[in-house]
């Protein structure tokens, strides 16, 4: 009877219990034709991923369309591929697959054309990469290029990009179509003596289109983030335009968050290097109506260092990737989380080979909390590199490490309390000084040591006891986020979030 009603109670216990699931990790390349492959764009749904992407023909003259279909583990289980003669398809950036309805996914990009030309492409296909149709848009005798789409509702879509009339001067392209793939119409966005290109399009809360993208004088270096917001009739409504005069890159996405703020990534150019123009990748956050609220870089200045795709995560944190070149001509992906005030939480760098090129493009959140990630690589021969140019898929765990070990992720944090384990820290936020009250008895010695959110520990001193307030100077420590620790005789009482402001 007793052994019964344990059953029955770890059984309740069991089902009372979140659900788990177990985390996955890869770190895997997908060689399509042995010559040179490439993708940006990844979509994730039932535990399973869907790539786009292409790849060089034996005669590296055409570039195919190509969608993969790889399981939970980074398995390839399908793909198909598509060339055209003298063609190279090239498909769109982060988040450029989407859902059209219980059936049916569409991928958008474009077609470069022996002549110099490009067209735009929607290619509908299912779930099992069957392909339904497939349509092109654009002006004629133009580059039309698209790089992202996103569905308004259960009737339209929308796809971004730009139209170039013969590299005198682009447009943003703006497309909607039917359900099917059908044109309704097609606009240009610009002014005369400036370029500008849509690199990404979100729906909003009030039913408009929020775009990210980038603007340049068509006749200087001058360029930057270009954030417009336009109604469904494509009307511009809002647009905003930070510039860097050394060729700054531009925004390459943008996400409205649940309290109506639009955080947008971007950079700052600070001119050329051997290796390329040095930058920093940047995060901003604009108000429902296109007030500026904080934009901030992150980082050193190296050549190419740049965000790509960026998302909300289950935590309410923003989270984007990219690459950072060095100056022996490798790069690394990049992946910073920040709070919604633009306070660095931790940050890290991934490669698939160590000295090669490796680039990250997009990004999303799988069912088991962690993160897939999607790109490039290329081999750096001088650097020792091996193998081809092919497709990098990295899955990460929900603290952003590689595998089941603590790579520097600040874990344990309960929160902001007062007080922890007897031991009193305040203010917080705090600016210039610290202060701690020892409330322990029976502790020999307490020591208290405080981390930069990517784990660095900054400062650390022994805690005075019996009741004395303790004065310790956080002068020279920057505004953000970090994590503190007490240990007490060795025994350590976890972690416990500090904000720094100035």
Known sequence: ??????????????????????????????????????????????????????????????????????????????????FKNQSWYYTGLNHSTIKI?????????????????????????????????????????RRNVIYNQVKCNKLYSYMCGYVDSSNTNSDVLLIKTDTAGNEVWKKKIGV???????????????????????????FSTTSGDYILKVDTGGTVLWERFYSSANYASGSWDVIELPNGNYAFIGDDAFGNSSQGVLRKPVIGMLSSNGTLLWRRNYGSEFPGHDFSSMLLNKNGNIVACGQKGMFDNSLN??????????????????????????????????????????????????????????????KIDSTFCEGSFNCGYPTGVHGQSAELSGIKVYPNPATNTLLLLNTIKGANKVRFKL????????LQADVVPNYQEQSINISHLAAGVYYYQILADSQSTGYQKLVIIK
């Not at 029955?8 to 492959?37: E, H, M, R, S």
């Not at 290619?123 to 497939?134: A, G, Q, R, T």
Request: hydrophobic fraction near 35%; charge should be negative; proline fraction near 1%.
């Open 451 to 458: 981390y930069q959110a990517n784990g660095t520990e900054v």
């Open 333 to 394: 992906g990049i992946l910073y989380e920040v709070t919604q005030n633009g306070d660095s939480i931790f940050s890290r760098e991934y490669y698939y080979q160590q000295g090669c090129q490796n680039y990250f493009r997009d990004i999303i959140q799988s069912s088991d909390g962690g993160y897939c990630l999607a790109g490039f690589f290329i081999p750096t021969y001088a650097n020792g590199c091996t193998g081809s140019q092919d497709i990098w898929l990295l």
């Open 101 to 141: 309805n219980d059936s049916l996914y569409s991928t958008v990009g474009y077609r470069s054309m022996p002549n110099g030309f490009s067209i735009a492409f929607n290619y509908l296909y299912k779930f099992n990469l069957d392909s339904i149709s497939y349509k092109e848009y654009g002006y004629i005798h």
């Open 1 to 82: 009877m007793r052994l019964l009603i344990y059953l029955n109670i770890v059984v309740c216990c069991l089902l009372l219990l979140p659900q788990y699931k177990a985390q996955t990790y890869f770190n895997n390349v997908y060689d399509l034709f042995a010559k040179g492959d490439v993708s940006a764009d990844i979509y994730y749904e039932n535990n399973t991923y869907i790539v786009s992407g292409g790849g060089l023909n034996a005669t590296q003259t055409e570039l195919s369309l190509s969608m993969l279909r790889l399981s939970n583990t980074g398995l390839l289980a399908k793909s198909k591929h598509y």
């Open 192 to 218: 005369v003596g400036w370029d500008e290109q849509a690199y990404s399009i979100k729906t909003t809360q009030d039913g408009n289109l929020i775009i990210a993208g980038y603007k340049k004088d068509h």
